[in-house]
Structures are given as C-alpha cells and as structure tokens.
C-alpha cells in the first residue's frame, strides 16, 4: 500500500543547530507539503512543492527551507534551530491538478532546548 | 483575508448524545471543504470533500454539509471511539491551490 513516512519521529536538538525532518510519499503525488502544528493555531503551512525542483514558502517560512530533488522526497532544514521551533510538524502529499484531499504522515515531534 | 473558524474548541458528550460542530469559512470562490479527523499523536486522515452549497456526505455516524458560509459536522448516537480532533480545511479564494485549516474541535465522548 502507498504510504507517506516521516523521520525521526521525536528529535531534541540544542538552540543553533541544524535540523532536517525526512519526508518519503509513495502515493507518487506531485504536490507535497510541510506544516506546523501548536495548540491554538491549527495546522500552518512551512513551505510546499507542486513538483520537482519546484519549492515555494508558506505563511511562516522563516527559519526553515524545503529542497526537492525527486517525486517520492521533501526534506525540511531548519537551518538554525530556536526554541520556538519547538512544535509538531507533519508532512503531506496531494495528487496535483485539481483540488484533492491531502494524506499525510505520523509526524515528528520537535524539541528545541 | 481567507480564514476558517472551528466551534466549539471542544465538545463533551455521554455516549448516544448526538450533536454538530460547526465551520465557519470565509473565502471567496470556495474549491472545496475538507474535514479531517486527528487522533492523539498522529496525522490528519481525511474524512469528507464537500465542493458546493447544498452538498452533504455520509460516512458511518458522520454527516457533513455546506452552505455558502459554513459547514457542519453532525456526529449521531456517538460512541468513545469517535474520540478525537475533526480538522476542518478550505481550498480557494487567494490561496488558490493551498488549503487554509482550523484550529479544530476536540471531541470527547464518555461512554
């Protein structure tokens, strides 16, 4: 069955350091998506890509960049981790061209001490 | 400015104790309308896409309609393993492509 996983599940990194979230989809979906989730705001969109080598920020991109180099993968850097970074992010994939349900992952839970 | 709002925050029920959450959306030239259900510690799985006014989907005890200004989530007889998050979703207006979430209702139900 096709499945989106994402890794590490839990993660607790020190103020500075850079991170990187893996994100694998073999729905082999176009659009994929990184999103944030802290209580009281509901789901926030990092950055998405509608294709390979195609990347674009979302409502709260700073501090984080997204790369896509094939279909199946979109990794997320935090490039220099703060504390407020602490949060639950979640990795989507969509089949692209028309307005689709998105599936996505388990999640993984950041730490920033 | 697209925006989405979830009532209530959370909803307790006794078991068979039927009730709705309620979606309010604004957003002009809605795509269509997602409800997603979120269970502690793991993703969103997609329940229902509801495209124009008047729509309505079924799925078990669930029942999800549109109107031109929101959306409800009727849950009927509810048992404890309805228990969850529902995540309401909407495509459209400036975001285009992009979907604009809400912050949720948190469901629990007693038995």
């Known amino acids: 069955d096709a499945e989106i996983t994402q890794s590490p599940r839990h993660k607790i990194t020190e103020t500075g350091r850079q991170v990187t979230l893996a994100c694998h989809q073999t729905w082999n979906h176009n659009n994929m998506f990184w999103y944030r989730q802290d209580l009281g705001h509901g789901l926030r969109l990092i950055h998405y890509?509608?294709?390979?080598?195609?990347?674009n920020k979302g409502e709260v991109s700073d501090g984080y960049s997204v790369s896509r180099s094939n279909t199946e993968d979109l990794p997320l850097t935090l490039e220099s981790a703060a504390s407020s970074q602490t949060s639950v992010y979640f990795c989507?994939?969509?089949?692209?061209?028309?307005?689709?349900?998105?599936?996505f992952g388990p999640g993984t839970r950041l730490t920033v001490l | 400015e697209d925006q989405v709002t979830q009532s209530p925050e959370a909803l307790r029920l006794q078991e068979g104790e039927s009730s709705s959450l309620n979606c309010s959306y604004t957003?002009?030239?809605?795509?269509?309308l997602f409800w997603y259900r979120q269970d502690p510690g793991k993703g969103p799985e997609f329940l229902f896409t509801?495209?124009?006014a008047g729509e309505e989907k079924e799925k078990e005890r669930l029942k999800a309609t549109l109107t031109k200004k929101e959306s409800f989530l009727h849950i009927t007889a509810p048992k404890p393993e309805d228990s969850a998050t529902y995540l309401c979703?909407?495509?459209?207006?400036?975001?285009?492509?992009?979907?604009?979430f809400g912050a949720g209702t948190r469901l629990f139900v007693k038995a």
């Open positions: 989507a994939s969509r089949a692209g061209g028309s307005y689709n349900e998105q599936f």
């Open positions: 957003v002009s030239g809605l795509r269509g």
């Open positions: 979703a909407v495509q459209g207006g400036t975001g285009g492509f992009k979907t604009i």
């Open positions: 509801l495209y124009s």
């Open positions: 890509s509608y294709g390979v080598q195609d990347t």
